[in-house]
């Protein structure tokens, strides 16, 4: 079904909340949306450096404050 929505009048805003409702309706039911393959793969090279002592994780703290010094 083929959905017309005046995107070019719209605010910021009021597609920021269309986005909002879109992401509510889909959570009702994550049983119904498939993960891509690729998504799998990814996840697993990713298990698999963590395994091997490859990656490395820092709080969210930390790295937003790293982000910002990055930029500035």
Do not use: C, Y
């Amino acid at each position: 079904m083929p959905v017309n929505l005046p995107l070019h009048e719209m605010t910021l805003q009021e597609k920021l909340a269309l986005m909002e409702l879109l992401w509510e309706d889909l959570a009702r039911s994550p049983e119904a949306i498939e993960s891509p393959t690729w998504h799998k793969t990814t996840l697993d090279e990713r298990h698999q450096r963590l395994n091997e002592g490859k990656s490395r994780f820092s709080d969210w703290e930390t790295t937003k404050s790293n982000i910002r010094n990055k930029l500035s």
